[in-house]
């Protein structure tokens, strides 16, 4: 590297999407340590769409998993495409074998990852992972640093025209059905009999499910139309958010909107609950079956489904009103 090149430095994140939004105070505190730095994300093809309009990253790298990098062969032919890059740094968050193997291979002078990645000999700086309540600090713990920025920090297309007037966003899907909670379309029924407009947004593979669910109420649907820059622009300025277990909170926390996530199989105890402020978790605490798993699951253990009916849709209005003052 010549004496006025820019720190190249490049950040890996290949989780679900809402682990990708946890982890942006990284790339603030890595702007903050090296100034002049150029910043690149490994990531999953969808989440690449965090980072378009971006300024802090340089680009966006897809990590295509389930395409052209699977296999062993696949693999070596991202390594060849990254080791032209010439990276300086390389920070991985992502703790597979898989990424621990890839950062061993492309010749980096300074690699760090977590000391409880599978791998973790791969990587000639190993951080001891903190034993923190949220993974927002878990994640920060990589950089070593005092005082470091823990503001979730996301950039939606600014050249996208919202829905008009004041609306509430409603996310009733989720990866897995477990985490589904079966009070949407009632909170939906609550919301337009007190004439507020509501949103429904999602990912296509949600569009049918959302579409049954909300059938024949007075909803704007945009499940499946927009994509991820555009939804986060919908979200930055609605008024409040309803979600799941899933993105759509840590997407709901970067914005700081009212938000209440219904937690059914799962629990925020794992450290996957709201952050900062005008945030809360509804769920129902008497179950002893809960939670059931760290990630949810396609089949309730019991066969009862009581985690996703029991909590009340008007008790989720209420606090995200509660919220809103």
């Known amino acids: 590297m010549a004496q006025d090149d820019p720190l190249r430095i490049l950040v890996i994140q290949a989780a679900f999407l809402g682990d990708v939004i946890l982890?942006?105070?990284?790339?603030?505190?890595?702007?903050?340590?090296?100034?002049?730095?150029?910043?690149?994300?490994?990531?999953?093809?969808?989440?690449?769409?965090f980072f378009k309009f971006d300024p802090r990253v340089k680009q966006a790298i897809a990590f295509k998993k389930r395409d052209e990098?699977?296999?062993i062969l696949g693999l070596f032919k991202l390594i060849e495409e990254l080791k032209s890059m010439k990276f300086d740094i390389i920070i991985s968050l992502h703790r597979s074998i898989r990424t621990s193997f890839l950062v061993s291979r492309l010749q980096v002078e300074e690699t760090v990852g977590f000391d409880d990645a599978w791998g973790s000999f791969f990587y000639k700086k190993r951080i001891k992972r903190a034993e923190a309540p949220h993974a927002v600090l878990r994640n920060l713990s990589i950089l070593d640093i005092n005082d470091p920025s823990t503001e979730l920090k996301l950039f939606p297309d600014p050249n996208y025209s919202v829905p008009e007037g004041d609306y509430v966003c409603l996310f009733p899907g989720s990866e897995w059905f477990t985490k589904k909670w079966q009070g949407f379309r009632k909170a939906a029924e609550i919301l337009i009999s007190q004439g507020r407009k509501v949103v429904v947004l999602g990912s296509p593979q949600e569009r049918e499910y959302n579409k049954k669910l909300m059938s024949d109420l007075l909803v704007d649907d945009l499940t499946g139309?927009?994509?991820?820059?555009?939804?986060?622009?919908?979200?930055?300025?609605?008024?409040?958010?309803i979600c799941n277990?899933?993105?759509?909170?840590?997407?709901a926390s970067a914005f700081k909107i009212p938000r209440v996530s219904v937690f059914c199989a799962t629990s925020p105890q794992f450290g996957f609950g709201p952050w900062?402020?005008?945030?809360?978790?509804?769920?129902?605490?008497?179950?002893?079956?809960?939670?059931?798993?760290?990630?949810?699951?396609?089949?309730?253990?019991?066969?009862?489904?009581?985690?996703?009916?029991?909590?009340k849709a008007s008790d989720v209005i209420s606090r995200l009103d509660e919220l809103s003052y």
């Open 225 to 241: 139309i927009t994509n991820i820059p555009q939804t986060m622009k919908i979200v930055a300025e609605s008024k409040g958010v």
């Open 245 to 251: 277990d899933s993105m759509a909170l840590h997407m």
């Open 69 to 71: 990098h699977s296999g």
């Open 276 to 311: 900062g402020e005008r945030g809360e978790v509804i769920e129902d605490l008497y179950l002893p079956c809960k939670p059931c798993r760290r990630h949810g699951s396609n089949r309730c253990p019991t066969g009862t489904n009581l985690c996703m009916t029991r909590v």
């Open 23 to 49: 982890s942006t105070p990284i790339l603030t505190n890595l702007k903050r340590i090296y100034p002049n730095c150029e910043l690149y994300t490994l990531t999953t093809p969808l989440a690449t769409q």
